[in-house]
């Protein structure tokens, strides 16, 4: 019988130290569910591991072949390019294994069950869904499609529960910030406001959504708002990331390239398209100095690895 190939999960990283620790719990907890096949973990940036120390984790413990899954809601330049570009790498320190790569979590929908359950937790029970507006709160990015995504998911999260509407904005990099997402749902008439930050796990930005979110709310004492909790290390997700790892190694990639800047024109990004892709040094990885990242540098991201 053919072993199956290892799982390795990519993670973001994070500068807030609970933040990285419940990712590491959370492939703690995959390597538990699944103790038939070796799984690790590793971060491009940030926190401790760094993504090539768990390559080097499952090579020691005799792995040749695994399949990658990123930690990741939206396919942005991380999960186009630097991971791409980081595996690469890895491929080539160590001769002789191979991997694929699978696709982002996206807005599936057993995380959409999941938002729905922290929109559940953070409304006072008495309040009527369809007089509460939701503001769904991404990390924000350069690329233009990876911010869709999170429209997509606001709107797919819109459909068939009765609130008032879900309205979007993120963090950092993209607009409307957060308070000015706040300001466009008082606009509409919200009265009654969830803030739902679309994140999986606690870390800095989160806690930038919170703290924000409260400023505004001081300030317009006449509205209602309460902050939703992230979306956590929840059994929809381990099954997911696992759903994920599954579609990887039989092929089944379903790679998303109708709006993909490295490979489509769109209006202000036309010098992306076609840029090879080149590896990304992050802080954890091997003494290089990491500086200004804006999500949004040239790399091409393939579909076959």
Known sequence: MTTPPALLIAGHGTRDDAGAEAFRDFVRELGRRHPELPVAGGFIELSPPPLGEAVAELVERGVRRFAAVPLMLVSAGHAKGDIPAALSREKERHPGISYTYGRP?????????????RLAQAVDPSWDPSEVTVLLVGRGSTDPDANAEVFKAARLLWEGRGYAGVETAFVSLAQPDVPGGLDRCARLGAGRIVVLPYFLF????PDRVRRQTEEWAA????TQVRSADVIGPEPELLDLVWERYEEAV???????CDSCVYRIALPGFEDKVGLPQQPHF????????????????GHAHSHAH
Do not use: C, F, Q, W
Request: without cysteine; negative net charge.
């Open 219 to 222: 300030a317009h004492p006449e």
């Open 282 to 297: 992050h802080p954890d990885d091997d003494g290089h100095h990491h500086h200004g990242h804006p999500h949004g540098h």
């Open 202 to 205: 606690t870390g800095i930005l």
């Open 105 to 117: 979590l996206g807005p599936h929908p057993s995380l959409l069950r999941v938002l729905e359950r």
């Open 250 to 256: 039989k092929g089944d990639l379903r790679m998303n």
